[in-house]
Each structure stands twice: as structure tokens, then as C-alpha cells.
């Protein structure tokens, strides 16, 4: 069993920036591959960024250049910096972890980009 725990969302104005943070339950060398999912409202649930166990980042086409998914192994944490947001950026965001080839969800954090 994985755990995991997002935190970092919150309400910011269009331009701005925030990180998401995910805390995982087991050491973060043992996962395969961590994810980030959004869901807007009234939306399907999109793929938004990825981070391989060997440092291998993807990132979707509509936040490309502006998000940037990284970790610390010390602190088993995985982070979403997001810059230059967009009110298209609002939704909840989920952390996801494959382990032992089960992809585990965290409980989502919602962000909200608005004047």
C-alpha cells in the first residue's frame, strides 16, 4: 500500500504561481513512476505531468514550459511547481504513484487560478 498526500493548492490570480507538494508513505526509490492528474469541472480527468525512477520528466502539451515536476528522495516528497497559470489551469490535482505495478491516488488538492 502507497499513501499519499497532497498539499499546496489555494487560489491565485492569473500570472501567478504556485507548488503542489505530495508526501508518500514508502520510500520514493521504490516507486516506478509518479504522476500528476488535474480535473476540471465538468471535465475528464487529463494527464499532466510525469517523473520516471530514473529522472525522466513528460509533461503535457497545454503546460509545457511552464510546470515542472521534480523530487527530493530525502524527504520522499514529489513537487509540481507551476508557473504563468491560467485561469484554464483551474481544477483538482491528483498525485500518483505505480507500485509493484498498482498506481496509487492521493486525495486530490484543488487549485483555483482567478481575479
Known amino acids: 500500500q502507497v499513501q499519499l498526500v497532497e498539499s499546496g493548492g489555494g487560489l491565485v490570480q492569473p500570472g501567478g504561481s504556485l507548488r503542489l507538494s505530495c508526501a508518500t508513505s514508502?520510500?520514493?526509490?521504490?516507486?516506478?513512476?509518479m504522476s500528476w492528474y488535474r480535473q476540471a469541472p465538468g471535465k475528464q480527468r487529463e494527464w499532466v505531468a510525469g517523473?520516471?525512477?530514473?529522472?525522466?520528466?513528460n509533461y503535457a502539451d497545454s503546460v509545457t514550459g511552464r510546470f515542472t515536476i521534480s523530487r527530493d528522495n530525502a524527504q520522499n516528497m514529489v513537487y509540481l511547481r507551476m508557473n504563468s497559470l491560467k485561469p484554464e489551469d483551474t481544477a483538482m490535482y491528483y498525485c500518483?504513484?505505480?507500485?509493484?505495478?498498482?498506481?496509487?491516488w492521493g486525495q486530490g488538492t484543488l487549485v483555483t487560478v482567478s481575479a
Open positions: 517523473l520516471t525512477s530514473t529522472g525522466t520528466t
Open positions: 514508502i520510500n520514493i526509490f521504490g516507486i516506478r513512476a
Open positions: 500518483t504513484a505505480t507500485y509493484l505495478s498498482k498506481t496509487y
